[in-house]
């Protein structure tokens, strides 16, 4: 069974940095995977913020353009550099991540959430 562990979070104030770090404890040679960052902000519905792609190609969400960067390392482990926080990046921070094996169904895990708190 495959878990993702994610780590970093925590409290900055406005302006600040933080990584979150997402691990896998399983892995096998021969598959792709892709990796995702989503959050739930207080309140309301979770949403997309980044994914970087088997071929490393990334996508970001507009609001955090500029100032987040998402990387990997190998195919277990994801990161997510954000800088320049703000109140509004406040919320649970979810890793996703798709893994693909040839001649299966694609399988998507998550990872268990991580508090970011971003105070003015």
């Known amino acids: 069974q495959v878990q993702l562990v994610e780590s970093g979070g925590g409290s900055v104030q406005t302006g600040g940095s933080l990584r979150l770090s997402c ?11 892709d990796w995702s960052w989503y959050r739930t902000p207080p309140g309301k519905e979770r949403e997309f913020v980044s994914t970087i792609g088997s ?3 990334t996508i970001y969400v507009d609001s955090v353009k500029a100032r ?8 277990n482990t994801v990161y997510l550099q954000m ?3 703000q ?34």
């Open 23 to 33: 691990i896998a404890s399983v892995y096998s040679v021969g598959c792709t995977y």
């Open 55 to 57: 071929d490393g190609s």
């Open 68 to 75: 987040f960067t998402i990387s990997r390392r190998n195919d």
């Open 83 to 85: 800088s320049s926080l």
């Open 87 to 120: 109140p509004g990046d406040t919320a649970m921070y979810y890793c996703k991540m798709d893994k693909t094996c040839r001649g299966t169904p694609t399988q998507t895990y998550w990872g268990q959430g991580a508090q970011v708190t971003v105070s003015s």
